[in-house]
């Protein structure tokens, strides 16, 4: 893990310890702290990180009101995030750039900038513009802070405990997610509007950063420039800094982290986040277009990985620690990854999948990634300081810089790939508003034909039209509702008459025309239908007489299926002419992208099981042993050399 120091003579510090006025900027520390004090400055790493990653993973959370709220198509919601990404890789790369400023004052003055803006100015956008610069603003600052966190966790981490440390550090966006998730899934019922959302968390991460602001600190360049195996190395580490030529160390930094063995597992670990960067971003609008999960429902959902995923990172680099190796819990993570990520992919095509079947497979998902994630943290930062210890924050800054890039080319490779969710997105909520409520009158469009209902509307005389629509509505012959309409357009009052008559007594009156009895009772019911005297009663039988007979007939076998479909149709010329239009625009559509959906979110997930299966290869060049052995013989070596020079420094 390291090489044999060479023995530099002990000197006192050239700067006084900061104060808590003075700690306001000067954060850095002249002698390496002590366990309780280095402990402290970690649990405030992760906390700040934990604050950042909940206000930039609240917008997915609330991503369908915001969709809602600005009528934003899904493509523009996607390009909100892309946009972020990309700005966030360039302030990943300025930061290697900037460390000499402090890393602690990045991270406790960036993440006071970011609470106020999710505070005080995200709810206050009225205009989708508005909203993207706010969020490419809070990307930016997040970009540094994913630089600066992950070095000063390295500065205060020996090598030997570095996988516990970095586990803890990843529990940042893992417990960022599940505080979004956590949150929204009680109060997203209660509090629809995502401008409160924001609110709270600008609210929450206020209070976590000021306390960043006050107590977070840096180790001085001489201390952190220097490979620390174990704490047995701190008196060496401090007695050598005096002599350590720093500027020589910072040279050509950019140059040496230009090599396979750190742009290359950079770019793996990227790609392997894909499902990681998927979920966090669209898990509500997956669950919802496909499995019908509200948004309350798949938060709840995504608390189950990221539980299981803080579980394993926190108890992953414990273990590696203990054993001293990363490589073999990285191979072993990626392949647990990568079958729950396969099992995952398969229930996308099976819309009656339950609840808890998800809430499995997406544990055992993350408790793969987690171990993977925090043992590769903890072999690139050693991988790093193999080449040079003082670049830490310049090989973080590449890390970061090509993950920020990679998240940008997957949300577009997204939008490419499914594009079935915008238009379930954009269309699906109102569309499903207009299905619940006019349920009955969208059954007869479907049954009657676009064509024909367009027809009707455009002429709702056009008798062609009407017949068609009829025909399809009774199921019956175009000429025996051909004949049907015809005979109630000509005889309007004498078929009224005939329906007030009881159709046994009609039948009879039919059959023998000179049947008194009948006819004093058709007399009598016509009567009483209308409010008319007996003599007017008989004289519209009288006239009713004229009808013909065998069209009557046919009449009266199709006259209750022609009147029931009748109402159906006026039913439908009473929906609202918007919704009809809507319907019409978009209803076929969506109607496609339902089918769809599920075979390119399918198409997707492989993708992204492809990444992961891509990144085993690029463990085999990262620093560090396969064998617990050979790990605790060179850890046992080091301690020996360590020791042999601090004898010599005490001659």
Sequence with gaps: MSTTPTAIPPATPDFPPPTLLTGLWQRKLPHY???PARSWYLFLVVTVSVGLYYQLFVSGAVGNQII?????????FVGIFIIGAAFGAVASVITGLLDRWGRANIVAYGTVVTSLLTW????QCTSKEAFLVVYCAISIVEGAVLVATPALVRDFSPQLDRASAMGFWTLGPVLGALVT???????????PDWQFHYRLAGIICTVISLIGLIGLRELSPRLRDQIMVSLRDRALIEARARGLDVDALERNQWKQMMHLDIVGSALAISIFLAFFYTIVSFLPVYMATNFGFTAAQANSLGNWYWIASAISLVLTG???????????????GALISIIGGYVFLSYTDKPGTDYYTFAVVMSFTAVGSGIAYSTWMASFTETVEKRNPAATAVGLAVWGGVLRTVVTFVLLGLLFVVTAAGTLVNYGPRLQTIQTKYHDQITTIQTVGADTMAALGKNPNDEAAQVAALVKLTGDSAANVKTTVELNAKYPTELATLQAIDPQVLVKLLTNPNDQAS????????AQKFGIPPDQAAARIQAASKVPVDQLAVASQVGPALTTASAQLKAVSAMPPSDLAYLSAHGAAVQQAQADSAKQWKRWWWICLIAQVCFIPFVFGMAGHWSPKKAAEEAAEHDD???????????
């Design 318 to 332: 414990i273990v590696s620690d203990a054993l001293k190796v990363r490589k073999p819990f990285m191979v072993f």
């Design 33 to 35: 702290p002590e366990t």
């Design 120 to 123: 005080l100015a995200q709810p």
């Design 519 to 526: 006819a004093a009772t058709a007399v009598g019911q016509v």
């Design 68 to 76: 809602a709220y600005f009528q934003l198509s899904f493509r523009y």
């Design 181 to 191: 998730t956590e949150i929204s899934t009680h109060t997203l019922d209660a509090h």
């Design 641 to 651: 050399a360590v020791q042999r020079e601090l004898e010599a420094l005490s001659r």
